[in-house]
């Protein structure tokens, strides 16, 4: 392993370039100054996409409103701003006449990430911050003198003073047993061409209700799919729809969390019932300060939030627009869609279908269940081989890594690994509310404020 150059503690590496790492990256440039160095390594042919942009198709829409999708602080409309002016010259003409309540094309979102970071790029290339991009992937991160070293699976390092694991979400796994294999059977929905196999006619399954599920329904509509789908979950609850909400105090405080999840619940509920709010404004009123509560609940109330609420608190929280509501309406009105309750325990597929719970048959099997989790038994070679070398360690809900409240991960004995951060869905288990745009916000303009800090450059915060 060769020594950290001179100046690595000037270097700051981000491994993954999809939303998270690329608007991160793009802070960095803004407001850094010129001998700080930014790498950012990310295998795909552009930064800035990632699962949740590059995987959508022009149909997919957003699930949160133009008005709140602005990464920056500074510039809360920035999204909407610039895709009323850039949208229709990318081939979405009636996204000039967009307001702040419009839900606009996700892939829109992707260019627009894109084009911040490339403006940013080109603002820094005079005496801004050097940046680095490394199309690769990095295959393990080691410790030296201080830094880090990141060997990349392509060939060659990265010396670095500070890392950010960027890494996003993990493609769903299997949460029950398969037998056999078969491109009937979709592992994950946002691989290329995969529905690809579907008929016109064929029968489909859908494992998930949540919005995955809505964007399947999104994409085979568009192929004209008129074969019948059935949706399936354990409650077999549909994201709830978006509405006009006010802005309202928060119904519980920390006080009432602390005396557990019935507690707070029952008292959210009477709140609701009594008029404090309609549910709508009630459960946005609490995002900015669900952290803070879900942090106050014990361990064993948070396990039983996560076992008995979590399913209905997501279909509240994470709501869809009023257009896929109508679109779902429209196939179960015409019999091509029905969602029930179910749990799939196996699954086994042959070359004339695929078989469920032993008797239940369908052409095809969608597995639209949520992401993995980043260091479980769908771990990735980076995730494994940071677990080997102890670097890392999972959070005591397996959800994600175990974080400090700044982002920082902890060691396999619990303590902070100086200058090795996370943001976004890696801090799930920590953070509840870790995956849209307006949640990594925040984070973001947080860690940039450290990062810059610690390298002991920046221009203004």
Known sequence: MTAPERGTGRAIAIVGGGFGGTALATSLLRRGVGDVAVHLVEPRPQPGWGVAYGGAEPWHILNVPADRMSPWDE???????????????????????????????????????????????????GNGPRLHLHRGSVSSIGRYDGGFILTLA????????????????????????????????????????????????????????????????????????????????????????????EERPPLIAETDAAKGVVHSLRLFRRAVAEGAADWRSAMDALRPHIDGLWRTLSPVEQDRCRRHLKPFWEVHRHRMPAESADLLLQRQARGLLEVKPLRVRKVEVSETGVQVNGGFFFDHLVNCTPPAAPLGAEADPLAKALLAAGLVRPHRTGAGFDVEPDGAIRDAEGQPVAGLFTLGPPRCGYAQETTAVPHIKPQLSELTRLLLGKAGHCSRL
């Open 75 to 125: 510039t809360p409309l920035d999204f909407l701003d610039w895709a009323k002016a850039r949208g229709p010259t990318l081939g979405w003409p009636q996204a000039a006449a967009a307001g702040p309540q419009t839900y606009l094309p996700r892939r829109l979102f992707g260019h627009y990430v894109q084009a911040r970071f490339e403006e940013a790029r080109q603002a820094a290339a």
């Open 154 to 245: 392509e060939g060659g390092a990265i010396s670095a003073g500070q890392v950010v694991l960027a890494t996003g979400f993990r493609p769903p796994g299997w949460p029950f047993a398969v037998v056999g294999n078969s491109p009937r059977l979709v592992r994950n929905p946002w691989a290329p061409d995969a529905l690809a196999a579907i008929g016109r006619n064929d029968s489909v399954l859908l494992v998930g209700t949540g919005l995955s599920m809505v964007d399947m329904i999104y994409s085979l509509s568009a192929r004209g799919h008129r074969g019948k789908v059935t949706a399936v979950s354990r409650h077999g609850l549909l994201p709830r729809v978006h509405g006009a909400a």
